[in-house]
């Protein structure tokens, strides 16, 4: 049976993160694994879709935002207009740095919040 890609991707796009990263879904059929590899593309794309919701700001260590000064992602300060990506939970990365963490985990790397 084939899927519609996109009308996978509608009916997940309202699901949330948790939902998404359950694997529940017993492969055995063909059918099955159609299903499941529709569904993983699903995934990758709300998880795009996602991270280019979030707000990013650059960095200007005269004008902070906020408290945090340190991607927890790789211990490195932010530094001078680099990318600061803020999530939901209100913790701040380097979007380079949590950009990459997110395209597999669709939770904060530091709490663990669902974006
Ligand atoms: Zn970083
Ligand atoms: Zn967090």
């Given at each position: 049976m084939n899927y519609d890609r996109y009308e996978v991707l509608y009916l997940l796009r309202n699901a949330s993160a948790q939902t998404l990263d359950i694997d529940d879904y017993e492969s055995g059929s063909s059918e099955n694994n159609a299903f499941q590899e529709c569904l993983n593309w699903a995934r990758r794309h709300w998880r795009s879709l996602q991270i280019k919701k979030l707000s990013s700001y650059q960095y200007n260590p005269e004008i902070p935002r906020s408290n945090q000064t340190l991607c927890?992602?790789?211990?490195e300060n932010f530094e001078l207009n680099q990318t600061v990506r803020k999530l939901g939970c209100s913790h701040e990365f380097h979007s380079q740095c949590v950009d990459k963490w997110l395209k597999s985990k669709a939770t904060c790397p530091l709490c663990r919040a669902p974006l």
């Open positions: 927890s992602v790789c211990l």
